[in-house]
């Protein structure tokens, strides 16, 4: 017997998202619970591939959840898969989305690419990119929901790994495999699939996110799909609603993120403290550098984090515009380590991780592109803070005048902090690496033999490049391959230089000219209270649980979208968890909003 099977879409497709596969197909079907009631999924695939089909998919209500709290309701009738004979992802045909065979494998190892496609049913299929050169808000947006599907799934610290993953790829490898540094729209007909519009576009959009805020940041763009369902759109289009919606002017963000190539690249110089009984008058100065961008970035949203001798941390915030800025804070605790952007909310010209050690080993800093080996501890019962920052720039060229015939890497340079370092020995193993395996990072430095190249170190700008106590493990002199060891665990600054006989050096120091901008008595960041909550389960059903880091004591309220509020009572956190009950309220996306006297936290929650 043969099926003949109709179907209609009334909703408004651009063509290429139409498509029809036939096949021996039959049906895995499931029912997904979202903001308007229960939206069928069918899952087409043959019958040897059904039993994989539920492993792999195991997390789709998750998805769907994120996606219509964090982008509003699912605008289709269905949800759609079909498992194809195809190697290379999948294609986000509205309601029919073909995904290849090899990925639905029991696991749910390709549990973000299932993500990333029905993401498509909000950025792509719902709006759709004018043109080519705009391919962004189609992938770039679907590659940030791929982060999302973490954060919804697994918590916060999946979200920052996946962020962290993404920009330590876009800062090695965007680059190589697209031909250069581009901006991400308009992108040429070239690279309209390649990395920089796929995942420097979710790397431009998690920085999007800490321009605006969580509330600003969700509500402005489900806003934006929904006033715009079902047409194309332009990223001038997405700059301006915005713009408008959050009463935040969103020119300098397009104008450095999207429509420029490269990075920002913000570091310390160096710091002053001054204990005036028991109150640390601290003073850093910050500087910015251009790494492969045409153009210095404008009214930039960076954070400055303080640590104490016990880790605990004191974010401050600064609007970031110029070349050089001076932050001057009171602490009522000496700062053991300072650092810029310390939750990496940015996606600029530096990789980094921060590790605790607390016993003897080895560790890999893959984001650092360190290997940090411990060998001692002074106190077993003692911890230490390690931070690994990566800064894919050239270092500045000064070297100690005593030091001849050395030139230093011309692409990249470390920067190693913590907290109760002395506790540990060990040593810090830097690697180079200038061939095709490594993207050519060290390739245009290591042009001559290798047994002269040394370790460079600084305690911080304010210092000229010296000889590190270092030592050298070198294979073949012509590989471009090899290790320099410190022999100590020492925070400081540190690149590599290898002697070059009559070669002039053709980079300078990007230095700041005239006066730096003094920002003083700038309050503690209040968006540093979001990372010290977790809300769930969500969605919920009439109930949430809130778990605090620390005390709190404040209000909380409960919104609709439009801004009604429907529930509002004192709380207070001591245990750092507590169930509350909630009253009956319909289904759909509220707005949850934690208030104290210094901070806010708002996050949206669903009503199922």
Request: glycine share 6%; net charge negative; hydrophobic share 35%.
């Amino acid at each position: 017997m043969i099926d003949f099977w109709h179907y209609k879409l009334d909703e408004s497709i651009p063509s290429y998202l139409a498509a029809v596969a036939i096949s021996d197909y039959v049906w895995v079907k499931k029912t997904l619970s979202g903001n308007a009631g229960n939206t069928p999924a069918w899952i087409a695939a043959r019958a040897v591939d059904t039993n994989k089909v539920n492993g792999s998919f195991a997390n789709l209500q998750s998805s769907y959840s994120m996606l219509e709290q964090n982008f509003g309701t699912h605008s289709f009738p269905k949800v759609g898969y079909t498992l194809v004979p195809f190697s290379a992802g999948a294609m986000e045909h509205a309601t029919n989305i073909h995904i290849g065979t090899a990925f639905i494998d029991g696991t749910l190892n390709y549990e973000t690419l299932i993500a990333h496609e029905l993401a498509h049913h909000w950025w792509g299929d719902l709006v759709t990119c004018k043109t080519a050169g705009d391919m962004w808000l189609n992938e770039g947006w679907a590659s940030y929901a791929e982060k999302l599907h973490q954060e919804f799934t697994y918590g916060t610290e999946a979200y920052k790994e996946a962020v962290r993953t993404n920009h330590f790829s876009v800062l090695s490898r965007a680059h190589v495999s697209d031909d250069g540094y581009k901006a991400i729209a308009p992108m040429d007909s070239l690279h309209t699939y390649g990395a920089t519009v796929y995942n420097k576009g979710a790397d431009a959009i998690h920085t999007m996110r800490t321009y605006l805020g969580d509330s600003l940041f969700f509500n402005g763009t489900t806003a934006f799909l929904n006033t715009n369902k079902f047409k194309d759109i332009s990223s001038q289009d997405l700059r301006d609603y915005l713009s408008t919606y959050t009463s935040i002017n969103m020119n300098d963000y397009f104008d450095d993120w999207i429509f420029q190539a490269g990075f920002p690249h913000y570091a310390i110089d160096s710091t002053q403290v001054q204990n005036n009984g028991g109150i640390y008058e601290t003073s850093v100065y910050l500087r910015h550098r251009k790494h492969q961008a045409p153009n210095y970035y404008n009214n930039v949203p960076l954070t400055v984090g303080f640590y104490d001798a016990q880790f605990n941390r004191q974010v401050y915030k600064l609007n970031f515009s110029g070349r050089c800025m001076q932050l001057n804070v009171k602490l009522g605790f000496k700062p053991e380590m300072i650092v810029v952007d310390p939750e990496e909310k940015l996606s600029d010209a530096i990789s980094e991780n921060e590790i605790v050690i607390k016993s003897i080993g080895f560790n890999l800093i893959r984001e650092g592109m360190l290997r940090v080996w411990v060998k001692g501890l002074s106190n077993v019962s003692d911890s230490s803070l390690l931070r690994v920052e990566h800064n894919w720039i050239a270092p500045d060229r000064e070297i100690d005048p005593s030091i001849q015939g050395y030139v230093l890497n011309d692409k990249r340079y470390w920067k190693i902090s913590g907290v109760n370092l002395s506790n540990c020995q060990g040593e810090f193993q830097f690697m180079y690496d200038g061939t095709a395996f490594n993207n050519f990072l060290d390739s245009t430095w290591v042009q001559n033999t290798e047994d002269s190249i040394r370790l460079f170190y600084r305690t911080d700008a304010s210092q000229l490049w010296t000889f590190a106590d270092d030592s050298l493990l070198v294979g073949s002199l012509s590989d471009k391959r090899g290790s320099v060891f410190t022999k100590d665990l020492i925070a400081g600054e540190y690149c590599f230089g290898i002697k070059r006989s009559n070669y002039t050096d053709p980079l300078i120091s990007d230095y700041a000219s005239g006066i730096c901008n003094i920002v003083t008595n700038t309050k503690e960041v209040e968006a540093e209270i979001q990372n010290e909550f977790e809300i769930y389960p969500n969605p919920t059903k009439g109930y949430i649980i809130i778990s605090s880091k620390n005390d709190f004591h404040g209000k909380m309220r409960i919104t609709t979208i439009n801004g009604k509020s429907v529930f509002n009572e004192d709380l207070q956190l001591q245990g750092h968890l507590q169930r509350i009950r909630l009253p009956e309220l319909a289904k759909g996306v509220y707005i949850l909003q934690l208030s104290s006297n210094s901070s806010t936290f708002s996050r949206k929650i669903v009503i199922d």
